[in-house]
């Protein structure tokens, strides 16, 4: 675990995954914990997909490349350096046996920076092979919700009017239902959950926060095309989860270069997204 801080916020991150496992403004706890529940991740970085692929695999040349659903960076060991005070670095690369599941060379880094009362995450890919790359990347961050979720409020920066979308399995089913029809926010419900995750593809917002029980998150994503957010039903936390890249289709091709949200990347350039994270007091 490499500890960063900076004034009232302190941040814990753990070198399994380069998944933040806390986030504390003067002493409180902002991240999800509970021993109890179903689901024991924190924070699991997604790479090199977001969500699942149909039948667990793509094709690239002819090739089956079988890939977990969010990809294998969040059950990797990262190599961590804190390079400052405020400031870690976690850095991945490919290793044996990886071309069986993923056929490019590159370098993954997961930069946190504690700064202005905010944590700021930042994804950068680095394609260090002679060929064209596809990927897609994406945070998943748990945050606590004291009390109970009913008590909390997620708001978006503007009004929105846009449909969630809907999966089977893991996979984008072609359905989707509206959801908020001229409005900034809503209060959540557990049957919200129910099956899965509130995936917007269409939010002219690229910040979110949830505000309850004394306390606010807020979450800015600018460049993130997409935003889910996802609990196990009845849990007292919500995944607020910004990606650039979304779940295949159930009717896809197995073609990881066209699948909705993914990155192409030329060879010997470099990518990167950055994310905010500020946690308040109220």
Known sequence: MI???????????????????????DGVEFMRSDP?????????????????????????RGKKYPLPKHGFAKKRVFRGEKTAENEAVFTLLPGEGDRE????????????????KSLAATYAVENTGKETMFFSLGAHEGYALPGGMEKYRVEFEKEETCPVYSVTGS????????????????????????PDALIFKDLISRRVSITGENRRITVDYPGFPFLLLWQV?????????????????????HDLA????IVSLPAGERFSLTHTVTPELL
Not at 13 to 19: F, K, M, Q, V
């Open 171 to 194: 996979l984008l089913d072609g359905g989707k239902k509206p959801f908020l029809r001229g409005e900034k926010g809503f209060v959540l419900r557990p049957d919200m959950f129910r």
């Open 258 to 261: 066209s699948r909705e949200g």
């Open 101 to 116: 599941i993923y056929p490019w060379d590159w370098r993954f880094e997961v930069i946190f920076r504690l700064s202005d």
């Open 233 to 253: 039903p009845g849990s007292r936390y919500l995944c607020v989860e910004p990606w650039h890249g979304m779940p295949d289709a159930a009717d896809g091709d």
């Open 36 to 60: 109890a529940d179903p689901w024991q991740e924190t924070a699991p970085v997604l790479f090199p997909i977001c969500g699942g692929l149909k039948d667990d695999y793509f094709l690239y």
């Open 3 to 25: 500890r960063i801080h900076d004034g009232r916020l302190a941040a814990g991150i753990d070198e399994n995954g380069a998944e933040l496992k806390s986030l504390r403004l």
